[in-house]
């Protein structure tokens, strides 16, 4: 897997070029701010761009600019975004080409080596995965006209472990139920959610952002 990072944290940088590393991931360029974040996505093109949300000058959300930016000009890379603090709209903006390929975590996360190389796994993938953290989030703010409401405390709960990335026999395992059994209601989710198959965008991908959304 080849590999872009954006941190301008030094330390965190280095730390994260070594675990991608030992990992067998191939980084192919480690910078520090949004600008040289697209330059290299857009010369190198990666399959991962693992980046910061807040970079300079602000510290506020060029990581994210960068990333959406680099995404388009280099269709297909997938991204996943590291942030101290749980930003719904952050994940909600990346996710919106409905194309997939996408992560959200919060910093503390790559602490648990395994789960993070699992994400970047994922969205290489392009599966989506979203931190635990901005899921349970989500679950605390739903409107009264939300279309998540439709579904069952069930489907609700299928449809969250779906936000976070996780798959069907994975999401069998949590729940202790069969695969079968989750397939069955992630189709009566797409049905509620008026989701229809389609080729080009990934119902799955589209039921996580009808959940960001609510």
């Given at each position: 897997m080849r590999v872009v990072l954006a941190d301008d944290s030094v330390l965190l940088r280095e730390g994260l070029v070594r675990?991608?590393?030992?990992?067998?991931?191939?980084?192919?360029?480690?910078?520090?701010?949004?600008?040289?974040?697209?330059?290299?996505?857009?010369?190198?093109?990666?399959?991962?761009?693992?980046?910061d949300v807040r970079m300079p000058p602000t510290h506020t959300d060029e990581g994210l600019r960068a990333a959406v930016e680099a995404r388009a000009a280099a269709p297909g890379t997938a991204?996943?975004?590291?942030?101290?603090?749980?930003e719904v709209a952050y994940a909600d903006e990346l996710l919106a080409d409905g194309a997939g390929g996408?992560?959200?975590?919060?910093?503390?996360?790559?602490?648990?080596?395994?789960?993070?190389?699992?994400?970047?796994?994922d969205v290489d993938a392009g599966g989506t995965v979203l931190d635990p953290q901005v899921v349970a989030q989500l679950f605390a703010r739903r409107r009264a006209d939300d279309p998540v409401r439709r579904l069952t405390p069930r489907e609700r709960e299928v449809l969250g472990l779906i936000a976070e990335g996780h798959s069907n026999t994975a999401i069998a395992r949590t729940l202790v139920v069969t695969p079968?059994?989750?397939?069955?209601?992630?189709?009566h989710i797409f049905a509620k959610l008026g989701l229809a198959p389609d080729e080009d965008q990934h119902r799955r991908v589209l039921a996580t952002l009808a959940y960001l959304r609510g």
């Open positions: 675990l991608l590393e030992e990992a067998g991931c191939e980084v192919v360029a480690a910078v520090g701010d949004g600008p040289s974040l697209v330059r290299a996505v857009t010369e190198q093109r990666p399959d991962v761009a693992v980046v991204v996943l975004v590291l942030s101290q603090y749980v996408v992560g959200y975590l919060l910093k503390d996360r790559v602490a648990d080596v395994d789960t993070f190389l699992a994400a970047l796994e079968g059994a989750v397939e069955k209601h992630t189709q």
